[in-house]
T-cell receptor
Framework: GAVVSQHPSWVICKSGTSVKIECRSL??????MFWYRQFPKQSLMLMAT?????????EQGVEKDKFLINHASLTLSTLTVTSAHPEDSSFYIC??????????FGPGTRLTVL | GENVEQHPSTLSVQEGDSAVIKCTYS??????FPWYKQELGKRPQLIID?????GEKKDQRIAVTLNKTAKHFSLHITETQPEDSAVYFC???????????FGAGTILRVKS
């Protein structure tokens, strides 16, 4: 089956620093990737839709200047959390859509901001 | 936009019994309805999905039914086992290339 990787799997950073999370589709090309955030005991909430070669589409209430998304190739999308604060601590999960099948999820990145 | 409601939020069953989780959606253009199982700290795992051109789909102990007129779909797990204990999410989408909107989740506990 299709494989999606994320890196890092976990990260701890100080408040005010920036953190970059990578999402890669390893054996297929993904024009579209999605970024979700999941707080403890809650559901997955879509943050943004990442489209290769164009600007990301952000969901209502998600600050595009704080959560920078770059989808520079058909196999890589990155999410940068700028000036991270403790309230940004969460589980970030990406998914990649091969357009011929269901979305495939990455393993997630646990972000802890101190 | 799409809104997906999921019930119940928690469900406890005895091993061997059946479990049913129900979801409703609001967007009539949605045509893809997956169900995911998520264990703590891990990615959602697709367990079954259904598209709007069918009303029911079954895979061993798991089945999903879809009522497009009423805009609701359900997950049925028969002969539950302790390893079925997890959080289950329903989702709805307009299909390939479109975002998934998730329900709030159901914590399923199977007691042995």
């Amino acid at each position: 089956g299709a494989v999606v990787s994320q890196h890092p799997s976990w990260v701890i950073c100080k408040s005010g620093t920036s953190v970059k999370i990578e999402c890669r589709s390893l054996d297929f090309q993904a024009t579209t990737m999605f970024w979700y955030r999941q707080f403890p005991k809650q559901s997955l909430m879509l943050m943004a839709t990442s489209n290769e070669g164009s600007k990301a589409t952000y969901e209502q209430g998600v600050e595009k200047d704080k959560f920078l998304i770059n989808h520079a190739s058909l196999t890589l999308s990155t999410l940068t959390v700028t000036s991270a604060h403790p309230e940004d601590s969460s589980f970030y999960i990406c998914s990649a859509d091969p357009l011929y099948n269901e979305q495939f999820f990455g393993p997630g990145t646990r972000l802890t901001v101190l | 936009g799409e809104n997906v409601e999921q019930h119940p939020s928690t469900l406890s069953v005895q091993e061997g019994d059946s479990a049913v989780i129900k979801c409703t959606y609001s967007d009539s253009a949605s045509n893809y309805f997956p169900w995911y199982k998520q264990e703590l700290g891990k990615r959602p795992q697709l367990i079954i999905d259904i598209r709007s051109n069918v009303g029911e789909k079954k895979d061993q102990r798991i089945a999903v039914t879809l009522n497009k007129t009423a805009k609701h779909f359900s997950l049925h797990i028969t002969e539950t086992q302790p390893e079925d204990s997890a959080v289950y999410f329903c989702a709805a989408s307009r299909g390939y290339g479109n975002k998934l909107v998730f329900g709030a989740g159901t914590i399923l506990r199977v007691k042995s």
